[in-house]
C-alpha cells in the first residue's frame, strides 16, 4: 500500500496524507510494523512475491 493511501485511510486530510505519510514511513518503529505484518501473512498465506512471479503466472499454460 502507498502510504499517502496508508494516511489517508488512518484519517489524515487529503491535503497532508502524502506528507504525513511520508513522515510515517521514515519512522524506524513504523517501518519495523509493517514488516512484521507482512512476514506474518506470508507465513500465514504461504504467498510471496515469488510465488506470485514465478511459481504461478496467471494465464500462462506449460
Given at each position: 500500500?502507498?502510504?499517502k493511501q496508508a494516511a489517508l485511510d488512518?484519517?489524515?486530510?487529503?491535503?497532508?496524507?502524502?506528507?504525513?505519510?511520508?513522515?510515517?514511513?521514515?519512522?524506524?518503529?513504523?517501518?519495523?510494523?509493517?514488516?512484521?505484518?507482512?512476514?506474518?501473512?506470508?507465513?500465514?498465506?504461504?504467498?510471496?512475491?515469488?510465488?506470485?512471479?514465478?511459481?504461478?503466472?496467471?494465464?500462462?499454460?506449460?
Amino acid at each position: 500500500m502507498e502510504a499517502k493511501q496508508a494516511a489517508l485511510d488512518a484519517g489524515y486530510s487529503p491535503g497532508n496524507a502524502a506528507k504525513y505519510g511520508h513522515e510515517l514511513m521514515q519512522l524506524h518503529h513504523v517501518k519495523a510494523a509493517i514488516d512484521a505484518a507482512m512476514s506474518e501473512r506470508i507465513e500465514r498465506t504461504k504467498i510471496d512475491a515469488d510465488w506470485v512471479l514465478l511459481d504461478h503466472r496467471i494465464g500462462q499454460r506449460p
